[in-house]
């Protein structure tokens, strides 16, 4: 199983930006990244997700390191809706492997 | 909403008795994914049916667990004798699975599980 590695925390100040770091240095090298995050007392949903070259949708930007080795999720302005835990997911197939994720707080 | 929906959202039950709980996704779909979420962890994938076919059940945590999905749309699982270690938040989410396109997966909101 691929293995990732996320800061267990981290705050934000409302409306600045967040990069949100994941390493995941065992990927192969037709591993998708796939971001979800949990709001409280919801199920996870779907951010962003790439491959190789960097990524945005109106959500997020996805950075992704040259060697594939790790990756940063962008949130360009945060607010207090962003509040959540954040998975980065290396796609082994057909499962996914969320780990523990990074609980993000917003200050307002 | 998602559209994923799932029954019951809250179990309580007795240790060494047995509980279904069932998951309604998205209607055209064809995947679908049970997921346990116990404090503090992120969702641990349990199995997922392809249509009717469950194509992965390696990772259900003991034989004690079961999954079906007998028409390819609504899925059930089950827990026999239940334990109080499977008391934990269980995810349902589904996909549709295409060549061309992102196979993103929409979870329900759980089923919450305690085992007095």
């Known amino acids: 199983d691929a293995k990732t590695t996320q800061p267990n925390s981290m705050e934000s100040n409302e409306e600045e930006p967040v990069h949100l770091p994941c390493n995941h240095s065992?990927?192969?090298?037709?591993?998708?990244i796939h971001w979800y995050r949990q709001l409280p007392s919801q199920g996870p949903e779907y951010v962003i997700h790439?491959?190789?070259s960097n990524v945005n949708n109106r959500m997020a930007s996805l950075a992704i390191a040259e060697d594939r080795k790790s990756s940063t999720l962008i949130l360009h302005r945060a607010t207090l809706r962003d509040a959540a835990v954040y998975y980065c997911?290396?796609?082994?197939?057909?499962?996914?492997?969320f780990g523990t994720g990074t609980s993000l707080t917003v200050i307002p | 909403d998602t559209g994923v929906s799932q029954d019951p959202r809250h179990k309580i039950t007795k240790r060494g008795q047995n509980v279904t709980f069932r998951c309604d996704p998205i209607?055209?779909?064809?995947?679908l994914y049970w997921y346990r979420q116990t404090l503090g962890q992120g969702p641990e994938f349990l199995t997922y049916?392809?249509?009717?076919?469950?194509?992965?059940k390696s990772r259900l945590l003991s034989d004690r667990f079961s999954a079906e999905r007998p028409k390819g749309s609504f899925s059930t699982l089950e827990i026999q004798r239940t334990e109080q270690g499977d008391s934990a938040m269980y995810l349902c989410?589904?996909?549709?699975?295409?060549?061309?396109?992102?196979?993103?997966?929409?979870f329900g909101p759980g089923t919450r599980l305690t085992v007095l």
């Open positions: 989410a589904s996909s549709l699975m295409t060549f061309s396109s992102y196979n993103e997966q929409f």
């Open positions: 065992t990927i192969s090298g037709t591993d998708y």
């Open positions: 790439g491959l190789t």
């Open positions: 997911i290396p796609d082994t197939g057909n499962q996914f492997y």
């Open positions: 209607s055209e779909h064809n995947r």
């Open positions: 049916f392809q249509n009717e076919a469950q194509l992965e």
